[in-house]
């Protein structure tokens, strides 16, 4: 499967600190998406990184890719408390039309 | 900024009963596509529609559901035969092109199944 699997499950951070969330995956992908759900909402897309990349920024993100690792990882910096939600991968085999998403990164930010 | 629009919000509906979704996409995009998310799991692919035929379609995507672009903008999701465990979040999303592209997704319609 090329399911991708987050961690931590639960993130509990303060207004301000940085947050950092990780992907892992099984099989070899064309690209990976970043996405984030506020509770009982819709998908919000954050953000793309290809198969050939290492680091994007957008904003407050930074993703990172590491094929050899078959891991990315999130990182929202100096975070806000509307930052709080659930923040998932996503992941496109190249091979199908769909995306496969992880289990997702619950993130908790306090004032 | 444009964006994938879905009716109904929420939908409630006996077992039994057909019903029917409805998604506008992404004026310009070509590939559309539905997941489908059971309360506290994952997203999960339910099928993938380009130029009015199904690309792609998942396991739980069986002979009750079907998916029609009646008209140049809607996009449909029709479940003929509801049952309880079709109780989701059901999500609409759309592409310019296949998956190299981002997905943007529609806010979702909650459908209950009683």
């Known amino acids: 499967s090329q399911q991708g699997e987050e961690d931590p499950q639960a993130l509990s951070i303060q207004e301000g600190e940085n947050a950092t969330m990780n992907c892992s995956y099984k099989t070899s992908i064309n690209n990976l998406q970043w996405y984030r759900q506020n509770s009982g909402r819709g998908l919000v897309h954050l953000i793309l990184?290809?198969?050939?990349?290492r680091e994007k920024h957008s904003g407050r993100l930074r993703v990172t890719l590491d094929t050899s690792k078959k891991s990315s990882s999130l990182l929202i910096t100096a975070s806000r408390a509307a930052d709080t939600a659930s923040y998932f991968c996503?992941?496109?085999?190249?091979?199908?039309?769909?995306?496969?998403f992880g289990t997702g990164t619950r993130l908790q930010v306090t004032l | 900024e444009p964006e994938v629009t879905q009716t109904p919000s929420h939908q409630v509906t006996q077992m039994g009963q057909e019903v029917i979704l409805r998604c506008v996409p992404i004026?310009?995009?070509?590939?559309f596509y539905w997941y489908r998310q059971i309360l506290g799991q994952k997203v999960e692919f339910l099928v993938s529609?380009?130029?009015?035929?199904?690309?792609?379609k998942s396991e739980i995507f069986d002979d009750q559901f079907s998916v029609e672009r009646p008209d140049g903008s809607n996009f449909t999701l029709k479940i003929r035969s509801t049952k309880l465990e079709d109780s989701a979040m059901y999500f609409c999303?759309?592409?310019?092109?296949?998956?190299?592209?981002?997905?943007?997704f529609g806010p979702g319609t909650r459908l209950t199944v009683l």
């Open positions: 999303a759309s592409s310019e092109g296949q998956g190299y592209n981002e997905q943007f």
């Open positions: 996503a992941i496109y085999g190249g091979t199908a039309s769909k995306l496969t």
């Open positions: 529609f380009y130029n009015n035929e199904i690309s792609e």
């Open positions: 004026s310009n995009h070509l590939y």
């Open positions: 990184i290809r198969s050939n990349e």
